[in-house]
C-alpha cells in the first residue's frame, strides 16, 4: 500500500510522489552532464535532493552511454578532526557504492593501496584517475551531503577535484554533482593552514548552481488526488488551497499534512467524507503540537545569531 513519504528518499513503489526527474529541467541538466560540466544542486533539508539524484543516477545507467555514481558523505562528518580517516571514509562509500550498485570492485581493490602511497591529499585524485582510465565507460559522480563536511577535509576533497578537472573524461569523471544545502561556493573554509577562504576560490571550476524548488501548485494538488483516490475520498479546492497557504509547497511539510490527514485523521475518525479546510488546518495544528524534528530544527535555527539578525531587520 503506497504512502505519503516523510522520510528519506522517495521510493515510486511505496510512495505518492512527484517524478523525482521533473523536479529540475532536465534539458538543462543533461546539457551539463554532455559538456562534460562540474556542477551544484541545493535545496534545504527533506526537498528532495536525494530522490532526485538517485533518480538521475538510474536514468543515466538505463541510457547505457555512462557509469554513473550516487554516493552520499554525511557519514564522514563524526571524522571532522581527522584528514586521513575522513578521506578513508570517503573512499569507503565511494569503493562500496560502486561495488554494490555498479557491480565494479576496482576503486575497492585498488584504495588500500592509493592510500598507503599517495595518502590523504592524493589519494582521492589517483583513485578516480585510475578508475575512470580502467572504465569501459565515462564515469559520473553524484556526490551527496558535499556540505556536512568541512575545514580541511571540505578543502582537500575540492582541491582534488579541481586538479584533475583538465584530465576529464579520459582520466577523471566527465561529470561530477555536488549536491547539499547550502551554496557550497559560499561556505567559508579554515584550511589546513589556517587560512580562511570560500569553497568557491577552491572550487573555481563549477559551471552552475542549481537550486531545487519547492512544489508548485499543480504539483500539490497532483500529490493528494493520488493519495485521496487510493483511499476513495474527494478533497474540496479550498483545502488545496490552504495546503498550499500553510505550504508555500514545502515537500516535507506538504507529505506530512498528507499523511496526518490520510492516514491518521481518516482512519481515527471514519466520518470524513471529504478533506475540507477545517480538516487540513487540524492536521497542521496536530504536527505543531507534536514538535515532529524538522520543525523543531527550524526552530532551533530561529535561536541563530545570524537568523536573529535577519528576522530583526524583517521586524523594524
Not at 110 to 121: A, D, H, V
Not at 200 to 213: E, M, Q, T, V, Y
Not at 243 to 272: H, S
Not at 292 to 315: A, F, G, P, Q, T
Request: with cysteine; charged share 30%.
Amino acid at each position: 500500500m503506497k504512502f505519503f513519504n516523510t522520510a528519506g528518499p522517495i521510493n515510486v513503489e511505496d510512495h505518492f510522489c512527484i517524478d523525482p526527474l521533473s523536479r529540475f529541467d532536465m534539458m538543462d541538466i543533461l546539457q551539463l552532464i554532455e559538456q562534460k560540466k562540474y556542477f551544484i544542486l541545493r535545496a534545504p533539508k527533506q526537498s528532495g535532493k536525494t530522490s532526485f539524484l538517485l533518480a538521475l543516477a538510474d536514468y543515466l545507467n538505463k541510457q547505457g552511454k555512462f557509469k554513473c555514481l550516487y554516493f552520499n558523505i554525511e557519514s564522514v562528518h563524526t571524522d571532522q578532526n581527522d584528514l586521513a580517516e575522513s578521506v578513508k571514509g570517503i573512499l569507503n562509500e565511494l569503493s562500496s557504492r560502486a561495488r554494490d550498485f555498479l557491480d565494479d570492485d576496482y576503486p575497492e581493490r585498488i584504495t588500500p593501496k592509493i592510500l598507503s602511497e599517495r595518502g590523504p591529499n592524493q589519494s582521492i585524485n589517483e583513485i578516480l584517475t585510475l578508475w575512470v582510465k580502467s572504465s569501459d565507460k565515462p564515469i559520473i559522480l553524484l556526490i551527496d551531503d558535499i556540505d556536512s563536511i568541512k575545514g580541511s577535509i571540505f578543502a582537500s576533497l575540492l582541491r582534488q577535484l579541481r586538479s584533475g578537472y583538465d584530465k576529464r573524461p579520459k582520466l577523471f569523471p566527465h561529470s561530477i554533482v555536488l549536491c547539499g544545502v547550502e551554496d557550497i561556493r559560499f561556505v567559508k573554509i579554515t584550511d589546513s593552514s589556517g587560512d580562511v577562504v570560500t569553497a568557491g576560490d577552491i572550487f573555481n571550476i563549477d559551471a552552475k548552481s542549481l537550486r531545487l524548488n519547492n512544489f508548485n501548485l499543480d504539483e500539490i494538488k497532483s500529490l493528494f488526488h493520488q493519495g485521496i483516490d487510493n483511499i476513495g475520498i474527494e478533497i474540496e479546492e479550498n483545502a488545496i488551497q490552504k495546503i498550499w497557504q500553510l505550504t508555500d509547497g514545502q515537500p516535507w511539510i506538504v507529505n506530512a499534512l498528507g499523511y496526518e490527514i490520510c492516514f491518521e485523521m481518516i482512519p481515527r475518525k471514519q466520518d470524513i467524507k471529504k478533506i475540507r479546510e477545517r480538516d487540513v488546518d487540524e492536521a497542521a495544528e496536530n504536527i505543531i503540537q507534536r514538535r515532529e524534528m524538522h520543525l523543531r530544527n527550524l526552530v532551533d535555527k530561529l535561536s541563530e545569531d545570524r537568523v536573529k539578525k535577519l528576522i530583526s531587520c524583517m521586524l523594524i
